[in-house]
Nanobody, 119 residues
Framework: QVQIVESGGGLVQPGGSLRLSCVASGITFNTYAMNWHRQAPGMERELVAAISAGGTTKYLDSVKGRFTISRDNAKNTVYLQMNSLKPEDTAVYYC?????????????WGQGIQVTVAA
């Protein structure tokens, strides 16, 4: 059974930092792309950062230079380091494990974790 569990969210002041962690179990972690999405109230969910099985990264334009995604395959964990946080980064952040193999897509999600940026 696949389990995706996020941690590290909370309340932080503008300009501050947080590091989100996501532990995945029940999958062959090093074969999955790992993604962080977020959803603010009244907004659609958006992809914030992604890291491929091979380590290639990509970012939402608004977080480039501030957020860093990384993975530790030995710990089945992906991280999102968030620096210089802004109020508009406030959202529920979701971790996602995704793999496409032999035309079959496997897509698993965590329950989400709140990040609030406020003075």
């Amino acid at each position: 059974q696949v389990q995706i569990v996020e941690s590290g969210g909370g309340l932080v002041q503008p300009g501050g930092s947080l590091r989100l962690s996501c532990v995945a179990s029940g999958i062959t972690f090093n074969t999955y792309a790992m993604n962080w999405h977020r959803q603010a109230p009244g907004m659609e969910r958006e992809l914030v950062a992604a890291i491929s099985a091979g380590g290639t990264t990509k970012y939402l334009d608004s977080v480039k230079g501030r957020f860093t995604i990384s993975r530790d395959n030995a710990k089945n964990t992906v991280y999102l380091q968030m620096n210089s946080l802004k109020p508009e980064d406030t959202a529920v952040y979701y971790c996602n494990a995704k793999r496409i193999a032999a035309l079959i897509t496997t897509d698993s999600w965590g329950q989400g974790i709140q990040v609030t940026v406020a003075a």
